[in-house]
């Protein structure tokens, strides 16, 4: 593992004794809550293209460019749900979480630093290869429309070998994803 990729994930790990307390209610909240749903239903139907048209691709690409973009959010959809499996059950919101989580978003952390109002929403899941996890949905306010910045596919830190998992589907992605821990 790269020097630096392994100092980031070893900090992410110490700041994980702090639980993230999500808030459970406000517009933006709902937004995420509601492509948390939407992407159930994409999963449920096994096409990874309709989750990709949930999500917001920046308008920095444009023409080839753009459709190259939206064929690799295509294969990273169907590698994440080809290593968790399917979705086959989806829980009540949860506020406090603590996972391992792979990240799937395009675009550039330049272009999403400038969203200035954001939300999130985790559900608790069952994945049919990987059992108990998480789907955790953020949206970004782009121009007064709530749109999906990215998914996060997670597992429970209360299992040990979510971490390592986490960080091979990650390798597989071929770094594009980004590893979190939450």
Not at 22 to 27: A, H, M, R, V
Not at 33 to 41: S, V
Not at 53 to 59: D, E, R
Request: one cysteine or more.
């Amino acid at each position: 593992m790269n020097p630096r990729r392994l100092a980031t994930v070893v900090m992410l790990l110490v700041l994980l004794g702090c639980r993230h307390r999500e808030l459970t209610s406000g517009e933006g909240y709902e937004a995420a809550a509601k492509k948390a749903h939407e992407w159930l239903a994409c999963d449920q139907r096994d096409d990874p293209a309709c989750a990709v048209a949930l999500m917001h691709i920046p308008p920095i690409y444009e023409g080839d460019a753009l459709e190259k973009e939206r064929q690799i959010m295509i294969r990273g959809v169907r590698l994440l749900r080809d290593r968790f499996g399917g979705i086959t059950a989806f829980g009540p919101p949860a506020t406090e979480v603590r996972m391992a989580a792979i990240s799937w978003a395009s675009g550039t952390d330049e272009y999403w630093r400038k969203c200035r109002r954001s939300s999130t929403a985790t559900f608790p899941v069952v994945f049919s290869k990987l059992s108990s996890g998480y789907l955790k949905t953020e949206v970004c306010d782009i121009d007064g429309t709530w749109q999906m910045k990215a998914v996060h596919y997670g597992l429970p830190l209360s299992n040990p070998s979510s971490a390592p998992m986490i960080e091979m589907i990650d390798r597989e992605l071929g770094g594009a994803a980004t590893t979190a821990k939450r």
